[in-house]
């Protein structure tokens, strides 16, 4: 037997296995999905590194011309989360889940145990203006993030988001998503009601 006949063997092994490698690729993705399913976990929430922590200390200029009950509503000033409980939420009147969660922060909005405080981003004046005109203005201070920083020092994913803030001006709950009426039952009021118990 030459020595070119006693290289094929190897040779023929080695093709196998790349004619294999996709399906050991598949089966591979296949179980690291099975188990994340199997476990239980919400992929939909991401955890925030802010919980816990003091909310980011940046003021935000207020939208001109915005009024809610004909009063001029201000921009975002951290100083004004000391000290009571602020429910923070991040919109866009460019964002369709906004437009959907929106009746929700109407019925939020008069809860005034609490202070329902805006982050609106990246949008254009007359479209913030015109948004919360023609929806209602649940919002008692809207900061202006035009440039987008103000969301990145939040932490923030994707449009909307909404943020609990207790008395002691740390982060204390976070929601990715627009609200829905389950999400609200379930996750946001039982964390409202600890904030508003929590350092009185």
């Not at 919400?42 to 003091?54: F, M, N, Q, R, T």
């Not at 004004?80 to 919109?91: E, I, R």
């Not at 437009?99 to 202070?115: A, Y």
Request: glycine share 10%; net charge neutral; with cysteine.
């Amino acid at each position: 037997m030459s020595q070119q006949e006693g290289l094929q063997p190897p040779r023929a092994k080695r093709n196998s296995f790349f004619v294999f490698l996709p399906l050991i690729i598949f089966i591979g993705l296949a179980a690291i999905f099975f188990f994340q399913l199997a476990s239980g976990r919400d992929e939909s929430v991401i955890p925030s590194a802010l919980i816990g922590k003091p909310a980011p200390a940046l003021s935000l200029p207020a939208i001109p011309g915005l009024a809610r009950n004909g009063q001029p509503v201000g921009g975002l000033d951290p100083a004004s989360f000391k000290g009571q409980v602020t429910l923070l939420n991040v919109f866009g009147s460019w964002c369709v889940p906004c437009r959907m969660e929106h009746p929700l922060l109407m019925k939020l909005g008069e809860d005034k145990r609490f202070q329902l405080a805006g982050l609106n981003y990246k949008d254009k004046t007359e479209n913030a203006l015109g948004f919360l005109h023609e929806l209602g203005n649940p919002y008692a201070v809207v900061g202006a993030d035009d440039s987008g920083r103000a969301a990145i020092e939040w932490g923030v994913y994707g449009v909307p988001e909404t943020f609990l803030i207790g008395r002691d001006g740390n982060v204390a709950f976070k929601h990715v998503g627009p609200l829905s009426e389950t999400s609200i039952r379930d996750e946001l009021m039982p964390a409202i009601e600890a904030a508003l118990k929590a350092n009185q």
